[in-house]
T-cell receptor, first 116, second 117 residues
């Protein structure tokens, strides 16, 4: 089965500084890739996704992620963070080689804390 | 407004007392799923359902039951809760059809924080 690694469980960063949240998955088969964000006391919501086409995908609030097949990574970046970006971020991978409906795998999450 | 509604948001109960957490979606999604979220472990899938009367185990199904009698509802049942089921639970739904990769986003409820003493 696919495994998804988010090495950083917590990332503190000062406001207006850049940030990168790392996500690696276990194999280089065909995949769909997602980042979800969980704001305090809320459920997860989709931030951005890669299904096909351009390997660089962007969200409406300034985040971007790049699919790197050779490094099996999908790191999330933002050039300048705001206080409102404080949240937990989850990377998720769907393994197209695994049949059935149980082929979406989540990482353990990275808590981003933006410091004023 | 398209949404997934879970109730209750908070629940404190005692060991062995049966409980049900309700989940309802208004998007006509066929796929629904329950997850639990624990610190350091991320999200783990409990059960999922591809359609009415079609349910299947996820990664951590022990101690839980589900039913899917209607398309919009997917309740989570704990017949005899134990303290190790203290967790934050999320229901989610998706347009995912069940074939190929999971290419449709999941829509999550706001969560149910369960404490079993």
């Amino acid at each position: 089965a696919q495994s998804v690694t988010q090495l950083d469980s917590q990332v503190p960063v000062f406001e207006e500084a850049p940030v990168e949240l790392r996500c690696n998955y276990s194999s280089s088969v065909s995949v769909y890739l997602f980042w979800y964000v969980q704001y305090p006391n809320q459920g997860l919501q989709l931030l951005l996704k890669y299904l096909s086409g351009s390997t660089l995908v962007e969200s409406i609030n300034g985040f971007e992620a790049e699919f790197n097949k050779s490094q099996t990574s999908f790191h999330l970046r933002k050039p300048s963070v705001h206080i409102s970006d404080t949240a937990e971020y989850f990377c998720a991978v769907s393994d197209l080689d695994q049949t059935g409906a149980n082929n979406l795998f989540f990482g353990t999450g990275t808590r981003l804390t933006v410091i004023p | 407004e398209a949404q997934v509604t879970q109730n209750p948001r908070y629940l404190i109960t005692v060991t062995g007392k049966k409980l049900t957490v309700t989940c309802s979606q208004n998007m006509n999604h066929e796929y629904m799923s329950w997850y639990r979220q624990d610190p350091g472990l991320g999200l783990r899938q409990i059960y999922y359902s591809m359609n009415v009367e079609v349910t299947d185990k996820g990664d951590v199904p022990e101690g839980y039951k589900v039913s899917r009698k209607e398309k919009r509802n997917f309740p989570l049942i704990l017949e005899s809760p134990s303290p190790n089921q203290t967790s934050l639970y999320f229901c989610a739904s998706s347009l995912f059809s069940g074939t190929g990769g999971f290419n449709s986003p999941l829509h999550f409820g706001n969560g149910t924080r369960l404490t079993v003493t």
